[in-house]
T-cell receptor, first 116, second 109 residues
């Protein structure tokens, strides 16, 4: 199992450009998440999905869009990039939520994005 | 939502034992997680406690007291590679996990 993979690892964008951060998991997890982490801070949830075709906003969704057409893929789209979106982006997945177990999240290696 | 309190920073000596405490308040207990995050890397899962008591996994152990809203992570035989942030996460309901800054542990020689 590759686990959670993310591409690209690094990217520099100019203000106003757009890009898609890719995330794929091969663990057949229902739940997938996108977080951003600014230097010295905790992770902030951008969007999450509880299954194919279902997405929901997290704490900081403005400036981002997501889609979940398959169980495996959960791309994050940045439209009109701004310097405030300079951050490290982590994708994660989990089997389920709740006390049934399989709740732990597995993270991809991250995408380091700079907007100048 | 969840409210977590854990120390911001700790320093310990290589080979020693360190205990990282966490108190929490949640609206509907749904287990408690500990994650480790090395600088510049993604968090990795360490433990999940849903019942009271101590769970041991090699050099790492995690304790939970639901009545006290209290947990700790115990690291034994500290190694330099244990220098990292340790995140205590107590979700409420079936909501996505909320990760704070955690406790930054520095292991010194």
């Amino acid at each position: 199992n590759a686990g959670v993979t993310q591409t690209p690892k690094f990217r520099i964008l100019k203000i106003g450009q757009s890009m898609t951060l890719q995330c794929t998991q091969d663990m057949n997890h229902n739940y997938m998440y996108w977080y951003r982490q600014d230097p010295g801070m905790g992770l902030k949830l951008i969007y999450y999905s509880v299954g194919a075709g279902i997405t929901d906003k997290g704490e900081v969704p403005n400036g981002y869009n997501v889609s979940r057409s398959t169980t495996e893929d959960f791309p994050l789209r940045l439209e009109l990039a701004a310097p405030s979106q300079t951050s490290v982006y982590f994708c994660a997945s989990s089997h389920t939520t709740g006390l049934a177990g399989g709740y732990e999240q597995y993270f991809g290696p991250g995408t380091r994005l700079t907007v100048t | 939502g969840q409210n977590i309190d854990q120390p911001t920073e700790m320093t310990a000596t290589e080979g020693a034992i360190v205990q990282i405490n966490c108190t929490y308040q949640t609206s509907g207990f749904n287990g408690l997680f500990w994650y480790q995050q090395h600088a510049g890397e993604a968090p990795t899962f360490l433990s999940y406690n849903v019942l009271d008591g101590l769970e041991e996994k090699g050099r790492f152990s995690s304790f939970l007291s639901r009545s006290k809203g209290y947990s700790y992570l115990l690291l034994k035989e500290l190694q330099m590679k244990d220098s990292a942030s340790y995140l205590c996460v107590a979700p409420s309901g079936n909501t996505p996990l909320v990760f704070g800054k955690g406790t930054r542990l520095s292991v010194i020689a």
